[in-house]
């Protein structure tokens, strides 16, 4: 639901063209690690695509949310 779709295509093409690893970030309301991605797909492990860690960066309380479909 926070997601950032123009943001996510153009990153993500560039993460898949050279195959990171894991991708850290923040400024998301609570901590969120996705299944191994390509194409926004989540793929079978992280030899064919990139995991993605968000964590919370702000002080602040974690907010609830819906488990999106590609975390774990």
């Known amino acids: 639901g ?4 123009r ?3 153009t990153w993500g093409a560039l993460f898949d063209e050279y195959h990171l690893d894991i991708v850290l970030c923040g400024h998301i309301h609570r901590y969120m690690r996705t299944y191994p991605l390509k194409g926004g797909k989540i793929v079978g492990s992280p030899a064919e695509g990139t995991i993605h860690i968000s ?3 702000i002080p602040s309380r974690p907010t609830p949310g819906p488990k999106a479909d590609i975390t774990e």
């Open 2 to 5: 926070e997601g950032y779709p």
């Open 7 to 9: 943001l996510e295509s």
């Open 55 to 57: 964590s919370v960066c």
